[in-house]
């Protein structure tokens, strides 16, 4: 059992170091580790489907003809260039269908405080101003999705950054 606690620890330590690392890069760089994640996606693809394709010719030269291991090794390969040419593009989508989602949540949010409101000596200006903030935020992220998606990346290391410290904190709990 002791064992366990210090294996539990150990890999708590080692999340929380690789958190906090990847999150700094991102928070800091997240246009530079948007291209470096591309570029290892699609290597990643790349490679499984070299190893898939190998696997596959060598069935094939026992006699099978075009077998699920070529297919899946091709399909790989025409991913992984898919990938590398295209995801920037792709990603850069994101923010504007989020923005689009967020646009219809605030105007929809402050037709709700106008239909509902049921206290007359409740303000509800900090309902509109809230309203407006999801409205603008929106519209940023429509108008200019290729910066929204940097953003978006930095506040994801900012949150890995947390999760890390987080981490650490929890390894207090295993003594």
Known sequence: MDNLVKNIKRNMWLRAAAFIILGILIAFKPAM???ISIQLIALYLAILGIYSLVTGLKTHQKGESLNSAMILGITELVGALFVWLFAKSLLSLLPFVIGIGLLVHGINYIMQIRNN????NVSPVMNYVYGALIIVAAVVMIFNP??????LFAI?????????I???????LFK
């Open 156 to 164: 994801f290391g900012w949150l890995l950054i947390v999760m890390g």
């Open 146 to 151: 290729f910066k929204s998606l940097t953003v």
């Open 33 to 35: 580790m948007i291209n």
């Open 166 to 172: 987080a981490e650490i904190f929890g390894t207090r």
């Open 117 to 120: 409101r049921q206290y007359v």
